[in-house]
């Protein structure tokens, strides 16, 4: 792919290089840069790896080199490197890196970087890792291989989503082949619920309402929802997605009350595409999953009225 070459040559030459993904990281976004800090720590660079979320999700607290993440950046260093990030302004910080190389699977990022490598073909940013590893003849050791494969398995949805292809199950392969016990991912993902998500999942499913006949959920996350529970915004991560497996269900809208404003999560099933959406109200994303925060003064019902005309536009899609 365009860039790998480039980018390989200019990470040579760097001396100290700061790793860092989007502000309340996913899977993919840890995964990527956590699977890239092994690769440049044998290539004998000082790396820092950044993220500006406090407290970083605990769910992925079992990658390699998690404890290693700050939210510091360092004084000096002359190489940045940012992975699964869409736009400058999601990554946290304001002080423009000396040189940035962009990696990314978003077909809306804004291409901020110096280096942009952009995939939109890739079922996660992982896998454009993944790939300009191959491209440059670099060893995936198995801390490398455990990050790269969690960050698959998320942004796939345990391989569930149309992205998944033959490529992605030939690296899920190959990172098994470096030492990544499926299993042990999956129980470390799937199997470490906490009491406080299941009780908000309960308020929260009495929440749902269906429109445009069926086609459309609205699931609703309210502070003091997440105050009775003593949930967390993590908690909040797979409510959307399990709205969507409602039977007529095409879009599954979650809103949820956060200090910045409401935050909305897209997801839609088969045809529609929620980037669009997510892209009008200052968001983006995938085709399938997408999000955007709405700054200001809303309530829940005012952002349902202003956001139904574009959903049912949305699943007016054929199958």
């Known amino acids: ?34 699977g890239m800090y092994p690769i440049l720590k044998r290539m004998n660079k000082k790396v820092t790896v950044v993220n500006k979320t406090k407290p970083l999700p605990d769910y992925l607290d079992f990658l390699p080199n998690f404890e290693k993440v700050t939210d510091k950046l360092p004084k000096s260093y002359d190489l940045m490197i940012s992975f ?71 942004d796939t949805g345990s391989f569930q989503y149309e992205s998944v292809n033959d ?34 999942l309960a308020k929260a499913y009495d929440t749902i309402e269906l429109c445009c006949d ?15 529970t003593g949930a967390i915004k993590e908690d909040t991560d797979t409510i959307v997605n399990s709205v969507r497996a ?10 949820r009350e956060d200090e910045e404003g409401i935050k909305l999560s897209l997801r839609s099933k088969t045809c529609a595409d929620v980037s669009k959406i997510a ?8 085709i399938r999953a997408a999000g955007a925060t709405l700054k200001g003064e809303f309530d829940f019902s005012k952002v349902k009225k202003m956001l139904k005309e574009d959903l049912k536009e949305a699943v007016e899609c054929r199958e």
């Open 279 to 286: 892209v009008k109200y200052g968001g983006g994303g995938h």
């Open 167 to 200: 490529k992605v199950f030939e690296m899920a392969a190959e990172m098994v082949r470096c030492g990544v016990k499926p299993d042990f991912v999956s129980r470390m993902l799937f199997q470490r619920d906490r009491l406080s998500r299941l009780r908000l």
């Open 1 to 34: 792919m365009e860039g790998f070459k480039e980018a390989f040559d200019k990470i040579k030459k760097a001396s100290h290089i700061v790793l860092i993904s989007h502000i309340n990281p996913d899977g993919d976004a840890l995964g990527s840069e956590l």
């Open 246 to 255: 409602i039977e007529p269900v095409e879009i599954a809208v979650m809103l």
């Open 214 to 228: 069926g086609r459309v959920a609205f699931v609703e996350v309210t502070r003091e929802m997440m105050e009775i």
């Open 84 to 154: 699964d990030c869409g736009s400058f302004d999601r990554l946290g910080i304001e002080e423009k890196p000396p040189f940035l190389i962009n990696f990314d699977h978003h077909v809306s990022n804004t291409r901020y970087g110096d280096i942009n490598i952009i995939d939109p073909n890739a079922a996660s940013t992982s896998e454009v890792i993944y790939n300009f590893a191959k491209a440059n003849n670099i060893e995936i050791d198995k801390d490398s291989a455990i990050c790269l494969y969690t960050a698959l398995v998320t």
